[in-house]
């Protein structure tokens, strides 16, 4: 057929040859109709395939944490976050109670044993606010692990004076971050002697006779503050530091936090400012 249709005599074409041709010019128009549609039906998988591949890969999404054993009532975990910045997906490192002070890490977050509780008194209804710092050396720790390890320290100190548990009801790391220390809808601090009664504890890490509190610090203590204020209704002229109470004898919560406490007290504690 190749050499008849080929043929370059001048000679009329046979009926039987033109059908032949007419049959494959026929099939030639079918198959690049046909071909031509797997063309652009080609170009349009390829164009959605291109799109699909210009996105990033979806994130390996973690599952939500389940409250620990022993996680006080009320605790929840946060879902994973994604970092605007690198696109990476956070799981949350702890639960968080819906107590007061909801942003606090749980006491069960960092605490090795259990308190002696037949030896603690009821928290009565809030009045008072106390700030404090340790006291002990100067703290420059800013992981989690560095402050878990402070806070059994200081549990560790406060057991070794005969109470039953850390003293402080929160606890602000040099991060900013806030620990619950002893549950403060349970139970009365231990950390203004004769003035724990309606009186809540939050202490600072590090010794600010020896050192400036960060920023991230003094932060997370106005927000602490600010949050007890408001669930309990607390005046900023209740809430004291250390050495403000009549017959303390201390210089807690050392000079160069005492001036940030000033400071953020004629704010009302509604400004993170002060660094």
């Not at 699909?52 to 409250?67: D, H, K, M, T």
């Not at 800013?142 to 406060?158: F, K, P, Q």
């Not at 504890?201 to 003094?218: D, E, H, K, T, W």
Request: with cysteine; aromatic share 8%.
């Amino acid at each position: 057929m190749s050499t008849d249709l080929n043929n370059h005599d001048g000679a009329p074409h046979t009926p039987s040859v033109m059908n032949s041709a007419e049959r494959g010019m026929a099939i030639a128009r079918r198959s690049f109709v046909f071909f031509g549609a797997l063309f652009v039906a080609g170009c349009a998988t390829t164009q959605r395939t291109q799109i699909a591949s210009s996105r990033l890969p979806a994130p390996e999404w973690p599952e939500i944490p389940e409250v620990g054993v022993g996680a006080p009532p009320g605790t929840f975990c946060t879902p994973p976050k994604v970092d605007p910045k690198t696109g990476e997906v956070q799981a949350p490192a702890v639960c968080y109670s819906n107590g007061p002070v909801p942003f606090a890490r749980p006491r069960e977050s960092w605490a090795r044993g259990t308190p002696n509780y037949a030896d603690m008194d009821p928290m009565l209804p809030p009045k008072y606010i106390t700030i404090h710092h340790d006291g002990m050396t100067a703290f420059w720790g800013i992981t989690d692990l560095e402050a878990r390890s402070r806070l059994e320290l200081i549990r560790n100190g406060h057991r070794g004076k005969g109470w039953s548990d850390i003293g402080y009801h929160y606890i602000v790391d040099r991060a900013g971050v806030v620990w619950q220390g002893r549950d403060v809808t349970r139970w009365q601090g231990a950390h203004v002697k004769y003035r724990n009664e309606n009186n809540i504890g939050v202490m600072c890490m590090g010794n600010f006779m020896l050192q400036q509190p960060s920023a991230a610090q003094i932060a997370g203590l106005n927000r602490t503050v600010a949050q007890l204020q408001r669930v309990y209704r607390i005046p900023s002229s209740s809430v004291y530091t250390h050495r403000e109470w009549p017959g303390a004898q201390t210089l807690c919560p050392g000079t160069e936090l005492q001036s940030k406490v000033l400071a953020l007290r004629k704010t009302g504690f509604k400004s993170s400012a002060v660094a």
